[in-house]
């Protein structure tokens, strides 16, 4: 079996072990509603300025994939199934393969926040749907691309919960960045055109983390 295979074989089981298990799912679709309500019960009958929005978006984004995604390499861990995973699969299979998962949760989570505070604030006018959207789903695979191997760092360490965000919050605060800028594009309806050299750095900037992750990944999982 050549490593896509076996790396789309690891993705199938991250997937059947997350549907199997819907409580860390219904954690998840919890933490974004209670979160985005809050907000939105909060800013009742306010304005909100476009910048901030964006800002207050990102941040719901931001501790639900810390939330959701820091899990990937920890139930490995808790229930002893990363020794098989060493056996049957190299380094890089198992890391394309948790990738692409993180990736497909991180988007799913992103989407599912970034609709629910639509949803939650009417009041908040978005001048470039697609540009939202799109912004949206980049910025969930720069935090996939920077999560999966600090998830994978952190799964044998003490205190996981604690560490994630410690470690994750530096790595993603160039995309934060960007991305909140981006976003207040997309809100005021700026064109795609102008944020074209945003969406160019945000890719980069996952190509470079997939690229660098892959390279030091078999170091990190074998350790």
Do not use: D, Q
């Amino acid at each position: 079996m050549n490593t896509f295979n076996k790396s789309i074989a690891v993705f199938r089981k991250e997937i059947a072990m997350e549907f199997r298990s819907r409580i860390a799912l219904s954690a998840l679709f919890l933490f974004m509603v209670i979160t985005i309500s809050t907000i939105a019960f909060t800013t009742a009958g306010e304005k909100i300025e476009k910048y901030i929005a964006s800002a207050l978006l990102w941040i719901v984004l931001f501790f639900g994939s810390m939330t959701g995604l820091s899990r990937t390499f920890v139930m490995e861990e808790e229930r002893g199934t990363s020794l098989l995973l060493k056996l049957t699969s190299r380094p890089i299979e198992v890391f394309f393969g948790k990738l692409l998962f993180t990736m497909t949760l991180s988007m799913s989570l992103s989407i599912l926040g970034a609709g629910l505070f639509l949803f939650f604030l009417p009041s908040l006018i978005i001048g470039n749907m697609m540009l939202y959207w799109i912004m949206v789903i980049i910025l969930s695979v720069c935090m996939a691309s920077a999560i999966t191997a600090i998830a994978a760092i952190i799964s044998k360490a003490n205190g996981k919960g604690a560490l994630f965000p410690v470690l994750s919050f530096p790595v993603l605060l160039p995309p934060a960045l960007l991305g909140i800028e981006a976003l207040s594009m997309a809100i005021h309806g700026a064109n795609i055109s102008e944020a074209g050299s945003t969406i160019i750095v945000l890719l980069s900037y996952a190509g470079i983390m997939i690229s660098v992750s892959s390279l030091l990944f078999e170091f990190i999982w074998n350790e």
